[in-house]
């Protein structure tokens, strides 16, 4: 069974950095393309950021463009997400999820595509 565990949440001011991570077990973490999204209290849940199975191709929301990456680490089976210049409109639980291929770039963004979530972890940013 897929067990997604998220780290690195906290408090921060705007402008700090933060990076968080997701360690995959129970599952070929290698060959699924995984994400992050997140969801600000009250609102639904939005895509954050995408990365392939093999870290080839990599897609962002509009919000996060040019402040966040994503990578991974296929051989410790963890996923990142740096985020710089972080924004009070940032704060949010943040999930990661394993998508149901390698390559889910056609439809990245829908939730769908996501079989696997991790609980979440809490970002907030303050002014």
């Given at each position: 069974?897929?067990q997604l565990v998220e780290s690195g949440g906290g408090l921060v001011q705007a402008g700090d950095s933060?990076?968080?991570?997701?360690?995959?077990s129970g599952v070929a973490f290698s060959t699924y393309a995984m994400g992050w999204f997140r969801q600000?209290?009250?609102?639904?849940?939005?895509?954050?950021?995408?990365?392939?199975?093999?870290?080839?191709?990599?897609?962002?929301?509009?919000?996060?463009?040019?402040?966040?990456?994503?990578?991974?680490?296929?051989?410790?089976?963890?996923?990142?997400?740096?985020?710089?210049?972080?924004?009070?409109?940032?704060?949010?639980?943040?999930?990661?999820?394993?998508?149901?291929?390698?390559?889910?770039?056609?439809?990245?963004?829908?939730?769908?595509?996501?079989?696997?979530?991790?609980?979440?972890?809490?970002?907030?940013?303050?002014?």
């Open positions: 069974q897929v933060l990076r968080l991570s997701c360690a995959a600000p209290q009250g609102k639904e849940r939005e895509f954050v950021a995408y990365i392939a199975s093999n870290g080839g191709s990599t897609w962002y929301g509009e919000s996060v463009k040019g402040r966040f990456t994503i990578s991974r680490d296929n051989a410790k089976n963890v996923v990142y997400l740096q985020m710089n210049s972080l924004k009070p409109e940032d704060t949010a639980v943040y999930f990661c999820a394993q998508a149901r291929a390698y390559d889910v770039s056609w439809n990245y963004r829908s939730s769908s595509q996501y079989t696997a979530w991790g609980q979440g972890t809490q970002v907030t940013v303050s002014s």
